[in-house]
């Protein structure tokens, strides 16, 4: 047979290795979305983690101003003679606040 007609291959991996390779790259794969996915929804579903209640409850309905796609929302309420404004950004694990000491609008 002529020099250019023959062809030279390289030894290939073998099927049980190219198996044991598909299966550990799919492992790998699977615990990075099993992490992925438990640590996303976390934020929503967690119980109270926050600080102790007292037991008076101001259960009242919080005001909502709606901003355009892309800024976050802001929510107020009257707490006592004060005004507060939580503005929660996005699905981020921060919010800010702010507050309007003796504001006019929250009566007793």
């Known amino acids: 047979m002529p020099a250019a007609l023959k062809t030279t291959t390289e030894p290939s991996a073998t099927p049980r290795s190219r198996r044991n390779r598909r299966l550990a790259i799919g492992g790998v794969i699977a615990a990075t979305l099993a992490l992925t996915l438990a640590a996303c929804g976390d934020k929503f579903t967690e119980p109270f983690k926050d600080a102790p209640r007292s037991g008076k409850d101001n259960g009242a309905p919080m005001d909502l101003i709606r901003m355009a796609d892309g800024?976050?929302?802001?929510?107020?309420?009257?707490?006592?003679?004060?005004?507060?404004?939580?503005?929660?950004?996005?699905?981020n694990k921060y919010g800010s606040l702010a507050v309007v000491a003796n504001d006019p609008r929250c009566t007793r």
């Open 71 to 91: 800024f976050s929302n802001v929510g107020s309420k009257c707490d006592g003679p004060n005004r507060v404004y939580v503005v929660y950004h996005g699905d």
